[in-house]
T-cell receptor, first 114, second 115 residues
């Protein structure tokens, strides 16, 4: 069975600084996808960034980047130049390459302080 | 930009009553999902639906739950006899291929409160 673990229930960061959110996962699959979703107070689930397991290069999307360590089954999210609008719950998620259901971690609540 | 739409945004119901949560997936998508998030907890998979039938369901999705695509555009989740523990945020999602490489688009959620 696949599992996703986020060990940081809450984090805070000063505006304009950098923060890293941790995620580990467990799977016997070799090909899969990993995601970070943002859930602001509106509760909408918004895709932030996606990583394909067969790609060694870490994904980046503007201020968001990941550190994907396949052997360690680790997938952390780095937010650079944090903005107040980044305040949200962040969920790490996994899906096998062939599809199916998304498996989510417990979430990390990030507060960006002015 | 196409989006998944859910109605209502908030539903309050009495314990034991039936509720139907509605979703309009993105029009060319073929795979549909319901997820649940109890307040303060992780998002949990309930059910996936493809080609007019359930393709996968979780342990949570017991006989009290059912899904339907009644008219080719709506995708509904019915809870027959609600319990207090059904109080949660319910998210509908859709994707075009169902494969891991394609993004699942989420609706804004329906907050269900059972009193």
């Amino acid at each position: 069975a696949q599992t996703v673990t986020q060990s940081q229930p809450e984090m805070s960061v000063q505006e304009a600084e950098t923060v890293t959110l941790s995620c580990t996962y467990d799977t016997s699959e070799n090909n899969y996808y990993l995601f970070w979703y943002k859930q602001p107070p509106s509760r909408q689930m918004i895709l932030v960034i996606r990583q394909e397991a067969y790609k060694q290069q870490n994904a980046t999307e503007n201020r968001f980047s990941v550190n994907f360590q396949k052997a360690a089954k680790s997938f952390s999210l780095k937010i650079s130049d944090s903005q107040l609008g980044d305040t949200a719950m962040y969920f790490c998620a996994f899906i096998p390459r062939q599809g199916g259901k998304l498996i989510f971690g417990q979430g990390t609540e990030l507060s960006v302080k002015p | 930009e196409p989006e998944v739409t859910q109605t209502p945004s908030h539903q309050v119901t009495q314990m034991g009553q039936e509720v139907i949560l509605r979703c309009v997936p993105i029009s060319n998508h073929l795979y549909f999902y319901w997820y649940r998030q109890i307040l303060g907890q992780k998002v949990e998979f309930l059910v996936s639906f493809y080609n007019n039938e359930i393709s996968e369901k979780s342990e949570i999705f017991d006989d009290q739950f059912s899904v339907e695509r009644p008219d080719g555009s709506n995708f509904t989740l019915k809870i027959r006899s609600t319990k207090l523990e059904d109080s949660a945020m319910y998210f509908c999602a859709s994707s075009d291929s169902g494969q891991g490489r394609t993004e699942a688009f989420f609706g804004q959620g329906t907050r269900l409160t059972v009193v």
